[in-house]
């Protein structure tokens, strides 16, 4: 069983963000990047399926600058076979353009079942995987938090508020992960040693072409500090004025 | 030579030959261990080990009651293996005696020392057993241990003393020419007891005597492999051979060589561990020190050092057979790996690496060495570790810090304190005599920053010209390595040994005992050679030299203070006084009430290696336990010096008494400052 996982880099949400001199990004100096959370999912589940079985493989592909070569290492450290950078080092952000790169990788790679995650979690754009089932021609299920790979057919589940659905399609077919199915492994120093050896291809990205720009990037305004106006029964006027004349709620 | 002397010569060499292959066998053992030539330098220094350990048994006299008596059995057997070597070469040789050698003083001082440490030896092995006997002492239990074999064993000296007196005595009875008091004064006294047997009868009791102390020796000897009093022969190498007293630093953890072509880290069995690790399992003779003073022992997990190494000496007999029939054609059936046969992952993660057992061990095993290394192959080799510490390694790997904090953050707390970073010093071309490393609790935890805040406030109180690093510091990787991370520890550790090159430091100060094991002791691997300084000793160093200035205050609010010994202070680094010393100092007015365990004997927080990140909910919290140790004494507030100790300490104390406060002793000092 041949098995693509497509994998975002993305900085740390942990780090304090600064809006870049350009005004559409974000500044990366002093940022720490990672695989996005949901495509780390999607590479734990594809791996499981490959060990599960003893046989198949798994390839990560990734769609940017050299620097993202560290994060295709960390997947096949986690137990990833083999891996392709689409080498492209300016930013983009229009899903559909990265989705044409990636499915122009995927067509001729013979996979069975390709993984996307969710949404990266840095862009939040939810586009990707299903773009790529679309210029593939092949049936997608998104955001799944269970799977079930068996006879050639895709079983998966979907959360909703309050219920959950199950689908089936025939393979080969797209799934996007959620959180939920699988907590990304730490790699084992073993699998960081095994990872130098594997394969690493760099092709150039044959990005699409773009159908939007990102315009402006702000960050939201700091939120104001709290007042505390008083305490007991006697600071009730001067509240209710607050909210009628500065916070205009009343 | 009669044919009695023939008889007890062939004996002699069956016993000694057989003894010899044992030897051989278990030394063939220890060779399956790992090379670790780290154990032959330092000769005096492991000499005077030898000495105050071993010979003085420094250690076995932590123990009030056991100590004299051991001590007692260990010199007798000392002074009485000279009269053991002297009576088998008579046994071969009648003619041979000491006393063709000696002057007559020196003879008759040995004669003289068989008989009193005989009888010493005897009132020992007769107040161990009726201690075994009729007191269920609680560290000598255990499922681990072989009950039977300690009762055997002391059964077995007291025969070989009672045949040794008998022998003698008849001797006296049979022979009454060689009788004297002066020289075996009590065999002597014996002899005049039993002077009613007949003297052909003395010489048939005396030649049974002498020939059931001739083969219970020989039989001892014999037993010794095959039995945990294995410790007779393997303890005295042992603690001439451990590092956990010097030479070196205490509890230095192993440097790892990441880039060796192996396909094993750390321990899954007995082959990967040392081989002064497999030594440790001959050494133990399973006195349970180690795991009477164990906390997660002691609050009820299931980890107990004891055990530890009693699985390392059982796997390797069991192991050893496997690998020298392999390929054989008749192969031993494999066993279960250390890892997961003998020893639970369960039981190593409970252990907080507070060093109590190494530094109880009265032969120098090092427990935790066999723990850590196990947990580094459960790291590296298999990533298994509690799944709540995953967010702890990411982040330490991420953001330079276990906890999730914004490494731009790391000197925030400094604002408006007019305290430089390195960085900006270099920049104005200037530098500073002392680096203050602050550490991840002492940047980001609300509760470590006041105390960061206040040893800032001492600094610069007493003019000490000092920066920080601010955003470039990074943890010091204590909690990945302490948790079996060798791959990140040793990432970090280059990081911040890179970054102090940069600023060419020499001195460090730091009020976090982890930060000051990691640079001080354990960076010398990564080639970072620092002078560091825990707050406590600086803090008590500027007090002496008056540099401090403080205001009188004659009615301290609080009277009495405990003060709780950090681990990586105390054991690792010997650190007892000087927090005291801050105290003292600082509140002259103040009574210090110690816990009943303190200094050495102290009582682990519980947060110690990497404890701090997993959940604790087997058996009783340990800070629950110290919490409770620390409020029985009475005293109004609880003194730390180590911000690990500071939140266990504060949270399990606050949920108990909330009037008792934590403070840290940098602390107490500040709020003086006039």
């Known amino acids: 069983m041949k098995l693509a996982v497509c994998i975002k880099r993305v900085p740390d949400m942990e780090g304090r963000f600064k809006i870049a001199s350009s005004g559409t990004g974000i500044d990366e100096a002093g940022l720490k990047f990672d695989m996005s959370d949901f495509d780390g999912y999607a590479a734990e589940v594809a791996i499981q399926i490959t060990e599960k079985l003893g046989a198949g493989e798994v390839t990560v592909i990734s769609l940017g600058p050299d620097v993202v070569q560290e994060t295709l290492r960390k997947a096949l450290s986690m137990g990833a076979h083999r891996a392709v950078q689409l080498k492209h080092d300016a930013p983009v952000s229009d899903g559909l353009a990265i989705a044409t790169a990636l499915a122009a990788e995927l067509k001729d790679g013979g996979y069975d079942l390709i993984l996307c995650g969710r949404m990266a979690v840095d862009t939040q754009n939810r586009s990707t995987g299903a773009f790529v089932a679309e210029l593939l021609g092949l049936p997608v299920i998104t955001a799944i938090s269970q799977l079930n790979v068996d006879g050639g057919v895709v079983k998966a589940r979907r959360e909703l508020e309050g219920a959950y659905e199950l689908i089936e399609c025939p393979l080969p077919a797209v799934v996007t992960i959620d959180e939920g199915i699988a907590r990304a492994r730490y790699p084992s120093l073993k699998g960081i040693m095994a990872a130098k050896k594997k394969p690493l291809e760099v092709k150039p990205a044959q990005v699409g072409a773009v159908t939007y720009q990102l315009e402006k990037m702000e960050l939201p305004a700091d939120r104001a500090a709290g007042r505390i106006i008083g305490e007991g029964k006697d600071a009730v006027p001067e509240l209710v004025r607050l909210l009628k004349e500065e916070a205009k709620v009343l | 030579m009669t044919a009695s002397n023939g008889l007890f010569a062939l004996i002699v060499a069956v016993a000694a030959g057989f003894f010899a292959s044992n030897v051989q066998r278990l030394v063939g053992y220890l060779r399956l261990g790992r090379l670790d030539d780290s154990r032959w330098d330092n000769v005096p220094r492991r000499l005077y080990n030898l000495a105050t350990i071993g010979i003085f048994q420094r250690k076995i006299f932590r123990d009030g009651i056991a100590g004299p008596m051991h001590a007692a059995i260990f010199w007798g057997f000392c002074v009485l293996t000279v009269g053991t070597s002297e009576f088998i070469v008579r046994g071969i040789v009648p003619t041979f005696t000491l006393a063709h050698y000696l002057p007559q003083w020196a003879y008759r001082f040995y004669q003289n020392s068989q008989d009193l440490w005989g009888a010493l030896v005897i009132g020992a092995v007769a107040f161990a057993l009726w201690r075994r006997l009729t007191h269920r002492v609680k560290r000598l239990q255990g499922a681990e241990t072989h009950a039977n ?14 045949t040794m007196f008998l022998a003698e005595s008849f001797e006296m009875v049979a022979f009454p020419q060689h009788a004297s008091p002066y020289y075996r004064p009590l065999s002597y006294a014996l002899a005049n007891v039993l002077s009613f047997v007949p003297q052909d009868w003395a010489a048939f009791f005396r030649s049974l005597n002498w020939w059931s102390h001739g083969l219970l020796v020989l039989g001892f000897l014999n037993y010794l492999p095959y039995s945990k009093h294995l410790h007779v022969v393997a303890s005295l190498p042992n603690v001439y051979l451990s590092n956990t007293s010097g030479p070196g630093q205490a509890g230095v953890m192993k440097y790892m060589d990441l880039e060796a072509e192996t396909e094993q ?18 050494a133990c003779t399973e006195c349970g020190r180690c795991t009477a003073v164990c906390p997660a022992n002691t609050t009820g997990k299931l980890l107990s050092p004891r055990k530890i190494i009693v699985n390392v000496r059982e796997r390797l007999e069991q192991r050893a057979l496997e690998l020298q029939t392999a390929g054989s054609g008749r192969e031993t059936a494999e ?41 580094r192959n459960l790291v590296l080799g298999e990533s298994r570790f509690p799944e709540e510490v995953m967010p702890a390694f990411e982040s330490m790997e991420q953001r330079g810090s276990p906890w999730a904090f914004d490494p731009g953050e790391r000197g925030k707390w400094a604002d408006g304190l007019d305290i430089p970073t390195m960085a900006e010093l270099a920049e104005r071309g200037e530098t500073a005599d002392i680096l203050y490393f602050v550490g991840c609790m002492g940047s980001f935890d609300d509760r470590a920053k006041k105390t960061t805040v206040a040893f800032a406030k001492i ?26 991370n060798e791959y990140l ?71 009495t203070f405990t003060y709780h010994d950090s681990c990586y202070l105390g054991r690792y680094n010997q650190i007892y006084d000087a927090p005291r010393e801050t105290l003292k100092r600082a509140l002259p007015v103040v009574h210090l009430v110690e816990m009943p365990r303190s200094g050495d004997r102290g009582l682990c927080c519980g947060a ?12 009783k919290r340990i800070n629950a336990e110290r919490a409770e140790e620390a409020l029985a ?31 840290d002793i940098a602390e107490v000092v500040a709020e003086r400052l006039g």
């Open chain 2, 149 to 162: 074999d300690p009762l055997l064993i002391l059964s077995w000296i007291g025969l070989l003393m009672v």
């Open chain 2, 265 to 282: 880290f750390g321990a899954k069995d007995v082959e990967h561990l040392s081989w002064k690790s497999l030594l440790d399992g001959f």
């Open chain 2, 335 to 375: 066993g279960r790996p250390l890892l997961d046969g003998f020893i639970s992952e369960q039981e190593l993660w409970a252990c907080t690496t507070c060093r109590a057992c190494v530094q109880e061990c009265p032969v120098s095993i090092d427990q935790l060495s066999v723990i850590l290394e196990m947990r």
């Open chain 2, 459 to 484: 600094m610069k109180a007493a003019g000490v010209n000092f920066a920080i690093l601010g955003r470039e510091e990074k943890c010091n990787g204590d909690p990945a390595r302490r948790m079996g």
């Open chain 2, 489 to 559: 520890y040793q990432m970090l550790a280059r990081e911040n040994v890179d970054t102090l090159a940069k600023y060419h430091v020499r001195t460090i100060v730091t009020a976090c005992p982890h930060c000051m094991h990691q640079l001080g002791n354990e960076y010398p691997q990564f080639g970072g050679h620092y002078d560091v300084i825990h707050h406590s000793t600086f803090i008590a160093h500027l007090l002496a030299q008056g540099r401090v200035p403080l205001r009188e205050e004659l009615h301290a609010a609080v009277s």
């Open chain 2, 608 to 619: 110690g290696g990497g404890r701090m990140w997993m959940e604790e909910s087997e058996g």
């Open chain 2, 633 to 663: 004494t009475g005293a109004q507030a609880v003194a730390v010096a180590c911000p690990f100790c500071m939140t266990m300490m504060r949270d399990s104390i606050s949920s108990r008494d909330e009037s008792v406060p934590v403070y």
